[in-house]
């Protein structure tokens, strides 16, 4: 980045010269350079058993806020409240942000986001997000978003990237593409380690979820002496016939199947 000055008439300094890099091709579109920058939120939180959407998108928004550089400003929000696993053409179908009271103005998801970032009279020159992983977890999707945005000429940044307008752009590139790198493994991760635990559960006997129709569940103290103490349970399937089963003389459903579909 350029920080020498050259002195102008009167010795007083001028505005400092632009980079080699920040006029190249490769750098950034230059309006960001100079005056006002409008800026639109993207932000995404998953769904309410995983976080409270309010207040997780309250703090994306107040993170993002304070990574502006001066002469930046927000105009115009757009979130979601679902999984960032989806395919770019199922995101902001879902209502799910209308329940829980977010405070923030929502001008649309990230589909109207960049069907806006296309139009010839869009509000806002820049996109920020907390992080990257807040436009879509998943690699294609996140880098398809980030190639149409850039195709618009507006650059994607992120709170937890610096945000470096004057010089080269191949190291911010670098951090971008490990973080977007991370997220898909983050989440893959977890969802393979969710499967192993429930694969043990399973194995050890306990319920999950409702039992099937002719069964009914006994309760157990939790082995977990914590949640033991807190008055937690679990369960396993009882294979005795429900009431309706035995008055009726009807099989139980497991019974009734034939020999390949028990297995």
């Not at 937890?160 to 010089?167: A, C, H, Q, T, V």
């Not at 559960?201 to 949640?227: D, Q």
Request: net charge positive.
């Amino acid at each position: 980045m350029t920080t020498i000055r050259d002195l102008g008439s009167g010795g007083v300094p001028s505005a400092p010269a632009l980079s080699d890099l920040s006029v190249s091709p490769f750098g950034m579109p230059l309006a960001l350079l100079h005056g006002e920058v409008r800026v639109a939120w993207v932000g995404r939180t998953s769904t309410e058993d995983q976080q409270d959407p309010r207040q997780s998108l309250l703090r994306q928004w107040e993170r993002c806020k304070s990574a502006l550089p001066e002469a930046w400003a927000v105009v115009c929000h757009f979130y979601d409240v679902e999984s960032g696993r989806k395919e770019l053409s199922e995101r902001s179908r879902g209502k799910d942000f209308e329940r829980f009271g977010i405070p923030i103005t929502r001008d649309g998801g990230i589909v109207d986001l960049l069907a806006e970032a296309a139009r010839p009279d869009r509000r806002f020159d820049a996109v920020i997000c907390e992080s990257t992983s807040r436009v879509a977890r998943r690699m294609y999707e996140n880098l398809s978003v980030e190639r149409e945005l850039e195709h618009a000429g507006v650059p994607l940044f992120a709170w937890n990237e610096p945000i470096k307008l004057d010089g080269g752009r191949a190291q911010q590139i670098l951090q971008r593409r490990i973080n977007q790198s991370v997220a898909e493994y983050e989440v893959l991760n977890a969802l393979e380690t969710s499967w192993g635990g429930l694969c043990t559960h399973v194995r050890e006997g306990w319920n999950i979820g409702k039992p099937p129709y002719g069964y009914k569940a006994k309760a157990y103290r939790h082995p977990n002496p914590a949640k033991a103490a807190r008055g937690a349970t679990k369960s396993r399937r009882s294979a005795a016939q429900s009431e309706v089963h035995r008055l009726s003389g009807l099989q139980p459903p497991c019974d009734a199947l034939p020999a390949r579909g028990r297995q």
